[in-house]
């Protein structure tokens, strides 16, 4: 089933996507799926950010082909991650679908799409095993983590470099029915794919990051836990569309503009 | 003006602290003060986190003393932040006032406070000069950024070193007339002083850090800004008692139980 939030005049409500058509949701679908005898085109809509957030983990390097291939290009040693420690992004930094990238100002020339796949907690979890993770997960939808090279490699912190204001794109929806086992994900710039990678070929899967989380932090509905790139991206210009498609999942579109 | 959010049976409001009264308010305190007719005794009400943010910013590395000392303890060289770059923190780590610090099981006996100013964002800003910053400033509360260094040294990230569940005490409330150029920060540990520090004794003010982080992102009403601390924390253990008093504000206070 995918769950898309959407907005429509001033409205705003979950709802179903079947076909070209969303069914309006009551409520909030981590408190139950109520469908009402509403619905409307898809193309009438406006697709939101699926879900806001309370905490926005990262798991940040996550594959080993990103880690070799990166280090290749640094001269530096490739040295992947020693534990599942997650990290964080910024919810400022959240658009949706079809919603423009803005460039700022001062940025480089290396701005760089992440696609990757997005983990969406659906039930309160504190200390679960990994055996147990799969019953608190909503569903999964997609992420571009975009980034400006220069100033992730200057900064203190990732501050500017992954959450300035339009840099997280999500969605187009959550799917609840994915696998992740049998997912691959492709990137394309322009049409013309740039990655195309097994999505479940993770150096710490989603079972060991949720986990090894929960023995800390509770997780909430709502979280989410976007679970890293593989693959080197290239630079992306103003004017670019960036795809990301995850199969099972659907494609995330976001044209890249340069700031007034 | 103290602004505070009670709970109250299963109500939750927010309310003007006067005194020992609390007076129930309309709504939220961000989009204008309403005043009710109801009050009730502050002894009878339960304090909550005064907001949880969108974003939950924290400065990091932001006094010379803190710098200076660290390194002497370290046997590093003292290295300040050349910018005022900002981190982030969890929401699943807030509590309130009055609430337990849990140390994890597997903890080091390295815990450890830090008593840090906390400012609340009143109004959507972008691109805001350093004069204009205070015009978008709703008012300051307290914050205690409870680590764990064994973690915060060895970790990739600073997840459970900082945001394991109960590690960031925020409150007692928002004082909306505090001025920060005359604030002090004391702790104490049991009733005993073992910090005092002039707050606005930082790297980066306020002021630099909230117009430069508005030229890349947008700060939301409600959003969180912690300060940094200064001097160097010293360990705590389950069965100790915390308070962090910022003149002008009030006192937070929490107690550190080990987990069961």
């Given amino acids: 089933m995918k769950i898309a939030r959407f907005q429509r005049g001033n409205q705003v409500a979950y709802g179903v996507v079947e076909g070209d058509q969303v069914i309006e949701l009551e409520g909030s679908p981590f408190e139950g799926i109520r469908r009402t005898r509403r619905s409307y085109p898809l193309a009438q809509v406006k697709l939101l950010v699926p879900v806001v957030p309370s905490t926005f983990y990262a798991a940040g390097v996550n594959y080993m082909d990103h880690v070799r291939r990166m280090a290749a290009i640094t001269g530096r040693q490739a040295s992947p991650p020693k534990a599942a420690d997650v990290g964080y992004r910024a919810n400022n930094a959240l658009i949706a679908h079809e919603e423009a990238i803005v460039i700022p100002r001062d940025a480089t020339e290396r701005t760089q799409y992440e696609g990757e796949l997005v983990v969406v907690i659906g039930k309160k979890a504190k200390n679960i095993s990994e055996e147990e993770v799969w019953d608190y997960i909503f569903g999964y939808t997609i992420g571009n983590d975009f980034s400006e090279r220069t100033w992730q490699a200057g900064d203190r912190t990732h501050w500017r470099a992954k959450n300035s204001d339009t840099f997280k794109p999500m969605g187009p929806w959550i799917e609840t029915d994915a696998d992740p086992k049998n997912m691959r994900t492709i990137v394309r710039v322009n049409g013309q794919e740039v990655q195309n990678f ?18 800390y932090m509770t997780l909430y509905p709502g979280d989410v836990l976007w679970m890293g790139t593989d693959g080197v991206p290239e630079n992306v210009k103003p004017g670019d569309v960036i795809e990301i498609e995850i199969s099972g999942i659907g494609v995330l579109r976001n044209p890249v503009v340069a700031e007034k």
């Fill in 198 to 215: 097994a999505t479940n070929n993770m150096i710490f899967g989603i079972a060991q990051f949720m986990s090894r989380m929960s023995k």
